[in-house]
């Protein structure tokens, strides 16, 4: 009996642990992308521009030299454009395009 009852609870923390993400998403989903949700304050700001972006400027650079190390083989399958896209300008555009405390590229 109370191993049936443990395992029960298990499950059902087991699966509200696996179900609740997924809750949150969809929420996030039908929001417009458009509008304006949230207040950026100068604590956001101040951690985006001391570590967010060097970290992300490192990325930049990473993915520069993974795109090198990777460029013989996109180019012989002919992926160069997505792995171009994929390692150096999505982190590109996630530095330099997004305004500093706003951490989502829309």
């Known amino acids: 009996m109370k191993k049936t009852m ?3 609870i298990v499950l059902c923390v087991v699966f ?3 179900l609740i993400p997924f809750c949150v998403s969809a ?3 039908n ?3 458009f509008e304006k949700t949230e207040e950026i304050s100068a604590g956001k700001i101040a951690f985006d521009a001391v ?3 060097p970290v992300s400027l490192g990325a930049i650079l990473a993915g520069s ?3 090198v190390v990777a460029l013989p083989v ?3 399958t002919g992926e160069t454009g997505t792995t171009y896209e994929k390692f150096i300008k999505d982190p590109a555009r996630y530095t330099f395009k997004r305004p500093l405390g706003q951490f989502t590229l829309r």
């Open 51 to 53: 570590v967010v972006r």
């Open 31 to 33: 929001q417009n992308p």
């Open 16 to 18: 509200s642990m696996v």
């Open 6 to 8: 443990k395992n029960s």
């Open 65 to 67: 030299l993974l795109f």
């Open 74 to 76: 996109s180019a012989f």
């Open 27 to 29: 929420e996030d989903f």
